[in-house]
């Protein structure tokens, strides 16, 4: 449903790897409703050509940028300027890796060198691009920043291992430069706490077949979809959302709000007959 809801704004989306992404998913979304849009990733991710896909259909330009080199976001801000012929109304930070799960380091035996570049490139980087763009005064004001994360920086989700301690530092940054931006452009930063969704970054969370499941069972409206996702990102990027800034933003079809469900309970019942 295309009403135009981004017409005349310009956006950087950060973090489409493919067509299950959520960034993937955002990029057609904005583009749907009459954005403009530049396309990021890090030249390793580039290499895989999939994002090509994606340029063509929205008609945007690849900049190759990996979030945790400074030259690189200063290029890609700049590069982005140039080719909007202005400033910038919407980012969409879309990223997450961690290096102890994907080699299958538990919890409490992390290491702490992987653990440094884990929280650079989950949490730490929505610094990065903020303060990169504060610099440059690169973003319009009542501009839009969100950023994704996951309700495990608030419960317990043990196989989530330090990615959990990443989204609460990102859900922290989106706050505190929140405020700042805000006094000073009326720039809005904002975080995003999706459901699990099926795609690369998720499916490498040990157990996530089963997560997903139990996810889906707990919440009233179901899991909410990377499309249903996509929208709601769209909404935040538009002039309908001016006054929300600063909020880590549930969009989870309800679980983070439910003890236990009847499903669930009915579920373990069963499995003791
Ligand atoms: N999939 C889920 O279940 C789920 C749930 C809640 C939140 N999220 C969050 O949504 C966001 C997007 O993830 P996704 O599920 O679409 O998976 P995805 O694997 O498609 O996206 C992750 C992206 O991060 C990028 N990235 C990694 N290192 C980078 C670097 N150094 N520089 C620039 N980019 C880099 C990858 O190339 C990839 O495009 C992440 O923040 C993730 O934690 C995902």
Redesign the pocket.
């Known amino acids: 449903m295309a009403n135009n809801l981004l017409q005349g704004k310009r956006g950087i989306i950060?973090?489409?790897?493919?067509e299950?992404?959520?960034?993937?998913k955002t990029a057609l979304k904005c583009h749907e409703q009459g954005a403009q849009l530049v396309l990021?990733?890090?030249p390793v991710?580039l290499r895989m050509g999939e994002i090509n896909k994606l340029a063509e259909a929205v008609n945007a330009p690849v900049i190759p940028?990996?979030?945790?080199n400074m030259d690189d976001l200063k290029n890609l801000f700049e590069q982005a300027q140039a080719h909007f012929g202005g400033k910038i109304d919407f980012v969409l930070?879309?990223?997450?890796?961690s290096l102890n799960v994907r080699k299958g380091k538990h919890y409490t035996e992390i290491n702490y060198e992987w653990n440094q570049k884990s929280l650079d490139?989950?949490a730490m980087?929505l610094h990065r691009v903020l303060r990169t763009a504060w610099d440059m005064d690169a973003i319009s004001e009542w501009g839009s920043v969100v950023?994704?994360?996951?309700i495990a920086a608030q419960r317990v989700f043990p196989d989530y291992n330090e990615?959990a301690d990443a989204?609460a530092l990102l859900e922290s940054v989106a706050r505190s430069f929140g405020y700042h931006y805000g006094v000073r452009n009326k720039v809005r930063v904002n975080t995003i706490?999706?459901?699990?969704?099926?795609?690369?970054?998720?499916s490498g969370?040990k157990g996530f077949d089963g997560f997903i499941d139990y996810a889906e069972k707990m919440s009233p409206l179901g899991n909410a979809s990377?499309d249903d996702c996509a929208n709601y990102c769209a909404f935040m990027f538009s002039d309908m959302s001016r006054y929300i800034t600063m909020q880590n933003l549930f969009h989870d079809g309800g679980f983070s709000f439910v003890g236990v469900s009847e499903a669930v309970v009915k579920t373990i019942e069963e499995g003791q007959q």
């Open positions: 950060f973090g489409a790897l493919d299950k992404s959520i960034a993937w990021t990733n890090a991710a940028a990996d979030v945790t930070h879309s990223i997450g890796m490139i989950s980087s950023a994704l994360s996951y990615m989204k706490s999706q459901s699990p969704t099926r795609t690369t970054a998720g969370v990377a």
